[in-house]
C-alpha cells in the first residue's frame, strides 16, 4: 500500500486498511522510512503508519534490509 503523502488524508485512510488488515490476522510488513535510499543514511521515519499495530496490540519485530554489491 502505497501513501501519497502529498494527498491530506492519505495516510488516514490507510491507517484504517492496515487496522482492518491486521485484525483479520493479515501479516503486514512496514517501511515507515517513506523511500528508498542508498543505505548510506535513514530517512525521517513517519510513525504515524505504526499506529495500527498500537490499536490492535499487533507484534512488531524491527528489522533493517541493506543490499551489498558483490
Given at each position: 500500500m502505497f501513501v501519497e503523502r502529498r494527498t491530506?488524508?492519505?495516510?488516514?485512510r490507510k491507517n484504517t486498511r492496515l487496522t482492518e488488515a491486521l485484525l483479520?490476522?493479515?501479516?503486514?510488513v512496514l517501511f515507515?522510512?517513506?523511500r528508498?535510499?542508498?543505505s548510506r543514511?535513514?530517512?525521517?521515519?513517519?510513525?504515524t503508519m505504526l499506529?495500527?499495530?498500537i490499536d490492535t496490540s499487533a507484534v512488531v519485530t524491527?528489522?533493517?534490509i541493506?543490499?551489498?554489491?558483490?
Open positions: 491530506k488524508g492519505d495516510s488516514a483479520d490476522g493479515v501479516i503486514v515507515p522510512e517513506g528508498a535510499t542508498d543514511q535513514i530517512s525521517r521515519f513517519h510513525s499506529q495500527p499495530a524491527p528489522c533493517a541493506t543490499y551489498q554489491l558483490i
